[in-house]
């Protein structure tokens, strides 16, 4: 199954057939062209970088490679074969799994049937399971699980396991190419080590790999070559060591991003809120901060610090142990006996960071999700209208109309209608959780640039300027945003320390509650 | 254009599923469907389980649903047909205010469609305790009447003080136990036919007074035809149904309180975060629906001519069918009292049809099932090809 002549030094090999070939491929639906003639071509022992905005054509890209979609014209080939899946059941006889951002096993099945899924070894009628255990115990054991026992039900793994899991099951049916979705989004970082280790360990054993992300840093880290995609087409390719992040992102975006984190002058305002100790139920255990108009404070933290949960307790969704919070604009009892709905009319908004189950509703329309949380009695779409407006023009909001589904719009779009809740409902407390989370570099570039306006206000024109509070797990954004950071861990929030004495490092540390003897 | 192409039949379709059918009973029937007549008999046929379908079409968007209301019609014509017999003394009520009485009666039938919807609001959000105030105040009601012989005002004051006072009593409850509304209605479907059986001391309540000095009593009229002249016009019911429809119909799209059912029904995670009274929300969208099957109760009392514990049965499902067909979804958050209408007119011009062209039973049932299967699979399709 292996080509044994391909060598194992990584992607320079050009005189050797690259193990995956796709060229020319074009995709209409429609009158929209997905993809406009794009080439690809990954070697054995190669993790190819494929790079792109959200809308740029990699999931369509991608989707013709695993036989979801029938290219209109184009050829691929695996190991010289012509290869044209009809469908991904074809793709996967032929070699090619995709191991998608959402896990795609049965939850309810064990880790052993998850992995023989769908080509089971039988005798007749009859499951054959001598080899479902000796088949599974020798994919699990290339991934590093071999003491995991077989039988154990999917759901009770971590995100990370699963993910092992849907690799073994890859390459336990003889894949021989194996695509990566944003596979780190929702990994700590030692889960993220361990797949890059194994990912290492896959390019030794001559796999093909794609690997999709937003994660520059990652990519530096662990692939060899790249290509990136804009608008359906292919605008360049390279080896990545020999690249610079600013000229990746500049052909993502299509125009030169030399400030990604535009940053005005700031003037620290009044104090806004106050929070005392304030413990929730399980989570948070202690945290104390205090929030001014003009600036950005961000909270670090590794995945379970209980970051969301002190915003859930500082808006009235989850229930305050103990604790003081006090908004200067709502009179009232300290204590955070507010309700949500007192919390938005004090000028008090949130973006959750579950866009999906949470922050926004997604058979409604772009208005309603929009001016949800503040609507006069009677509501006309004259109404509606006028309130989207200002902001799908400023921010903007990629979009055919206001009174379009929600759904239809692009990730990053989406996110920007859960952030123009907040400035039409005119709050100046903005509480922001993962606001950039899963959306491309070009939304993610209007929306440092809205932060920054936001924080800035503009005195000469009365504009007040906002307070920020914004939770993100990426270092790189908290240090080009923010004024302030502090970091939470284990549920507790240290010392605020302004930006300029904190790097990369010191916030990993204290993150990883290494900073000092716990 | 392909998404502008599936919007439009999606929010078309219910209507393009009526004319076909609507033409094609006409071209199958020919002279007899296309009559007045039939038109007239498919409205009157409409009305009731239409007004109910109305109201059905509010919980269903805001991602709940009823199985109940087949037995709140039940016990509406019950209570109706009690409080019709009142005596005051040796008269009877209706005797003494022809006019006043029954419209008395109609708003009693109408409150305790909305008691009912309060209870399953409450229970569907968790309240126990409070579901258990209404309950309450409806025992304290008939177990005080029961008993002894004091007026029937004082009674239902008292019913209301003592329920009130325990509603208030489970205004802190922090623990809550929000239960699924198939489970609750499912269990008032099961109970609430016993309880109007009981109301009504065992079978049937007949009235005993139909006319008042040789004129029938008005309630009795709402589902009888209304002849000027000689035209025959649509009877008060349909039009009820009809200015119920319109002024549900704004509501649901020019209020507030109806985009917070759609928020509610479509994502109560978002309906929160916004700062929604989700609670608030469901209970009110209970009472008045519910209240709305209070009114179609009144219409099936006018329609019987008499309070029937046993009327009803399986109308909870045609409802549903009605509100499904014109294109709501099960799950919450799509739906209109436009595509209701729709779905409601489908069902009863399929049902005439078939008596018209004189085919047996089972073949209007099975098409009515075949449609319900195919306005769902149609939506599905739409569904997910905008994804």
Redesign the interface.
């Given at each position: 199954m292996t080509d044994t002549v391909a060598n194992a030094s990584a992607g320079t090999a050009s005189s050797v057939m690259p193990r995956l070939k796709m060229a020319g491929i074009t995709k209409r639906?429609?009158?929209t062209i997905a993809l406009g003639g794009v080439s690809l071509a990954v070697h054995a022992g190669e993790v190819h970088a494929l790079i792109g905005e959200n809308g740029a054509g990699k999931s369509t890209l991608m989707k013709a490679l695993s036989g979801a979609h029938q290219a209109d014209t184009g050829a691929m080939w695996i190991d010289g074969q012509p290869y044209q899946p009809k469908s991904p059941l074809d793709g996967r006889d032929f070699g090619v799994a995709m191991i998608y951002q959402e896990l795609s096993l049965a939850q309810h099945l064990s880790v052993m049937e998850n992995i023989v899924l769908g080509d089971e070894p039988r005798m007749g009628p009859f499951m054959r399971w001598g080899e479902v255990r000796r088949i599974s115990r020798e994919a699990l054991a290339h991934v590093g699980l071999e003491d995991l026992p077989l039988d154990t039900i999917v759901s009770t793994l971590s995100n990370a396991q699963q993910q092992l899991i849907e690799i073994a099951r890859s390459m336990a049916t003889g894949a021989k190419v194996l695509v990566f979705d944003e596979p780190t989004s929702s990994l700590s970082q030692h889960d993220i080590e361990n797949l890059f280790t194994l990912i290492r360990e896959l390019k030794a054993k001559d796999y093909a790999i794609v690997y999709i992300s937003h994660f520059l840093e990652e990519i530096q880290e662990i692939t060899d070559r790249f290509t990136v995609l804009r608008d359906g087409q292919s605008v360049g390719s390279g080896v990545t060591a020999e690249a610079e992040v600013a000229n990746i992102i500049a052909m993502m975006v299509g125009r030169d991003v030399k400030d990604l984190y535009p940053r005005s002058d700031r003037v620290v305002c009044e104090r806004v809120c106050e929070v005392r100790n304030v413990a929730g139920i399980d989570k948070p255990a202690d945290v104390s901060l205090e929030l001014h108009r003009g600036e950005v404070v961000g909270i670090a933290g590794v995945v379970g610090a209980g970051r969301t949960e002190f915003f859930r307790c500082l808006?009235a969704?989850d229930s305050v142990r103990s604790g003081m919070i006090k908004i200067e604009t709502i009179s009232g009892n300290a204590g955070g006996n507010f309700?949500?709905?007192?919390?938005?009319?004090g000028g008090v908004g949130?973006v959750?960071e579950d866009r999906k189950?949470?922050?926004?509703?997604?058979?409604?329309s772009i208005a309603?999700?929009l001016t949800?949380?503040s609507?006069?009695?009677?509501?006309?779409p004259g109404w509606q209208s006028k309130a989207c407006e200002p902001w799908i023009e400023k921010i903007p909001i990629k979009c055919a109309s206001p009174f379009q589904?929600i759904?239809?719009l692009s990730g990053g779009n989406q996110q920007k209608v859960a952030i123009a809740?907040l400035l039409h409902s005119n709050v100046d407390i903005l509480l922001l959780d993962e606001p950039t989370r899963g959306i491309d570099v070009g939304s993610k570039a209007q929306i440092y640039q809205l932060i920054d306006e936001l924080a800035s206000g503009d005195p000469e024109n009365g504009i007040k300027p906002k307070a920020v509070l914004m939770i993100s797990s990426y270092l790189p954004e908290l240090l080009g945003t923010c004024d302030r950071i502090g970091v939470m861990c284990k549920g507790k929030l240290g010392a605020i320390k302004a930006i300029a004495d904190v790097d990369e490092h010191s916030i990993m540390l204290e993150a990883t509650g290494t900073e000092d003897m716990q | 254009m392909n998404q502008k192409v599936l919007k439009i039949a999606g929010q078309a379709g219910p209507l393009i599923a009526l004319i076909f059918v609507f033409g094609l009973f006409a071209i199958l029937g020919g002279g007899d469907f296309c009559q007045w007549g039939t038109m007239n008999d498919i409205l009157m046929l409409s009305a009731i389980v239409g007004i109910a379908a109305v109201g059905a079409t509010l919980i269903i968007i805001s991602g709940g649903i009823d199985l109940s209301v087949g037995c709140t019609l039940a016990a509406v014509t019950i209570i109706l047909a009690r409080l019709l017999n009142l005596k005051s003394g040796d008269t009877y009520l209706v005797e003494q205010y022809p006019v006043l009485w029954p419209l008395c009666a109609a708003i009693g039938g109408i409150v305790l469609g909305g008691a009912i919807g309060l209870l399953i609001g409450a229970a569907v959000v968790g309240h126990i305790g409070r579901a258990a105030a209404v309950i309450l105040g409806g025992l304290v009601i008939v177990w005080l009447r029961d008993g002894n012989s004091m007026p029937l005002v004082v009674c239902i004051l008292l019913g209301i003080v003592a329920g009130g006072i325990l509603w208030y009593l489970n205004r802190v409850t922090i623990k809550k136990t929000p239960l699924p509304p198939f489970i609750v209605t499912l269990g008032l479907w099961a109970s609430l036919r016993g309880a109007a059986k009981w109301m009504a001391g065992g079978s049937a309540v007949y009235t005993d007074i139909d006319e008042v000095d040789g004129t029938a009593i008005w309630l009795n009229n709402l589902m009888r035809d209304i002849k000027v002249g000689d035209l025959i016009l649509p009877m008060p019911g349909v039009w009820i149904w009809i200015v119920l429809a319109i002024v549900i119909g704004l509501m649901l799209t020019y209020t507030r309180f109806g985009r917070h059912i759609y928020a509610v029904g479509s994502n109560e995670n978002t309906a929160r975060l916004c700062g929604i009274n989700v609670e608030k929300t469901k209970i009110l969208t209970y009472v008045v629906a519910i209240g709305c099957a209070g009114i179609a109760g009144v219409l099936r009392f006018s329609w019987l001519g008499m309070g029937d514990p046993t009327t009803d049965m399986g109308t909870e499902l045609l409802v549903i069918a009605a509100v499904v067909i014109g294109g709501a979804s099960l799950n919450g958050g799509v739906g209109g009292i436009g595509g209701t209408i729709i779905g409601t007119l489908i069902i009863m011009i399929v049902y005439k049809g078939c008596t018209v062209l004189g085919l047996e039973n089972f073949v209007q049932e099975i098409v009515t099932g075949a449609i319900i299967v195919a306005a769902v699979a149609l939506d599905q399709v739409r569904h997910r090809k905008a994804e």
């Open positions: 639906f429609g009158p808006f969704l309700t949500p709905h007192q919390l938005w009319d949130i959750s189950r949470e922050g926004l509703a997604t058979e409604l309603d999700n949800m949380a609507q006069p009695f009677f509501i006309t589904p759904d239809g809740r | -």
